[in-house]
Each structure stands twice: as structure tokens, then as C-alpha cells.
């Protein structure tokens, strides 16, 4: 059974900085693409970065580029998101994704406050 | 960016009957490979997205055969023929042809 478990998630000032992990299982995860997906409170959904199997290609969504790097140990079975300066902007839930959207994990809640 | 744009945006069914939601999106969906890449997932309350339906028609692992994906270029519809109390929720149709992956607004289902 796949499993995606996130975690790191909290509540930090504006220009704070926070970095999120996923814990995978039941797949090979050498062999995926990853990704970040989140979604703001009560509103739709967003990709937000993305990484190679090997993790040598990377790419974001113009709103984070710059701000957030995404990285992977495939020794580990695990994907990163470094998120600095963030801004109030980025409160949501932060979702681990598989491939082009397989599989998702239960999300993990950042919130961007004064 | 590719726009994907979802019609209607509430959906009251009632049980048993057919419901239909649309997509369509900004850009043709027709990747390099020839496949085009185009999922509705299902979010129902208080849970995570989860994939219903992959590349326009086929159906996830587990997935009811009450849900069917058709479409293509950049018209797609998912269609569930006989809506049960477990399918309220909001789905989002979403590509992955291009970069950013981009999903629809969503459409909430709810029971009348």
C-alpha cells in the first residue's frame, strides 16, 4: 500500500522560514517523480514544485521560485520542501504527490501569521 | 500557464441519478508520447485529493465503474451514472501535460 506521510507543518511569521518532509512507502520511490501540491484554506488546489527521479530537475510555480526548493533522498525514501520567506500567502495544506498525481498524502498544515 | 475551467461549479444530484461535470482547458492536453494527461480526483470533506480517473478515461484501482472519463484535445467530462451518498464531495479535474500542473476550480457535489 503507498504511503505518503508529511509532517513539519506549524505556524511561523511572515519571512520565517520551514521545512516539510514526506516519509514514503509501498512504491519504488527512486522511480518517481515528485511533487508539492497545497491548497489555502477553503480554496482550491496548487502545484507548487516538482523534482526528477534523480533530482536533477526541478521546477516551481512562479509564486514560490526562489523561495522554496524542493529536494528528495532516495536513499530514504524521502522529499523535502525548504520554504524561506514565507509570506501570509502561503497558509495552506501542503500535500506530498506522486508521478502526475497518483498518489497523495494526508497534507500537513502551514500557517503564515503575525 | 494552462487555464482548466470546470462547469458547473455546484452540482446538487440526486441519489441514484446521473451527474456530469465539464473541462476544459486552455491548451490542448496531447503530450509528446501521444498520451494526454488528464485526472479528475475526488476530495471528499475533510480528506486529501485522491485520483479517480487517469489520462481521460481510465479508472484508478478501486474506483467504481459508476465513474467514467472521456474527452479529448481540450473537452474533457467525467460522468457518474448513478450518484451514491459517498460521492459528495468537490472534484477537480487537473493536467499534468504541461508545466505547472494545473487543476479546474472544482465542483462541489452535494445530495439534494
Known amino acids: 500500500e503507498v504511503q505518503l506521510v508529511e509532517s513539519g507543518g506549524g505556524l511561523v511569521q511572515p519571512g520565517g522560514s520551514l521545512r516539510l518532509s514526506c516519509a514514503a512507502s509501498?512504491?519504488?520511490?527512486?522511480?518517481?517523480?515528485m511533487s508539492w501540491a497545497r491548497q489555502a484554506p477553503g480554496k482550491g488546489l496548487e502545484w507548487v514544485a516538482i523534482?526528477?527521479?534523480?533530482?536533477?530537475?526541478?521546477n516551481y510555480v512562479d509564486s514560490v521560485r526562489g523561495r522554496f526548493t524542493i529536494s528528495r533522498d532516495n536513499a530514504k525514501n524521502s522529499l523535502f520542501l525548504q520554504m524561506n520567506s514565507l509570506r501570509v500567502e502561503d497558509t495552506a495544506v501542503y500535500y506530498c504527490v506522486t508521478g502526475r498525481g497518483d498518489y497523495w498524502g494526508q497534507g500537513t498544515l502551514v500557517s503564515v501569521s503575525s | 500557464d494552462v487555464v482548466m475551467t470546470q462547469s458547473p461549479l455546484s452540482l446538487p444530484v440526486t441519489l441514484g441519478q446521473p451527474a456530469s461535470i465539464s473541462c476544459r482547458s486552455s491548451q490542448s492536453l496531447v503530450y509528446s508520447d501521444g498520451n494526454t494527461y488528464l485526472n479528475w480526483l475526488q476530495q471528499r470533506p475533510g480528506q486529501s485529493p485522491r485520483r479517480l480517473i487517469y489520462k481521460v478515461s481510465n479508472r484508478d484501482s478501486g474506483v467504481p465503474d459508476r465513474f467514467s472519463g472521456s474527452g479529448s484535445g481540450t473537452d474533457f467530462t467525467l460522468k457518474i451514472s448513478r450518484v451514491e451518498a459517498e460521492d459528495v464531495g468537490v472534484y477537480y479535474c487537473?493536467?499534468?501535460?504541461?508545466?505547472?500542473?494545473?487543476f479546474g476550480q472544482g465542483t462541489k457535489v452535494e445530495i439534494k
Open positions: 509501498g512504491f519504488t520511490f527512486s522511480s518517481y517523480w
Open positions: 487537473m493536467q499534468g501535460t504541461h508545466w505547472p500542473r494545473t
Open positions: 523534482i526528477k527521479q534523480d533530482g536533477r530537475d526541478k
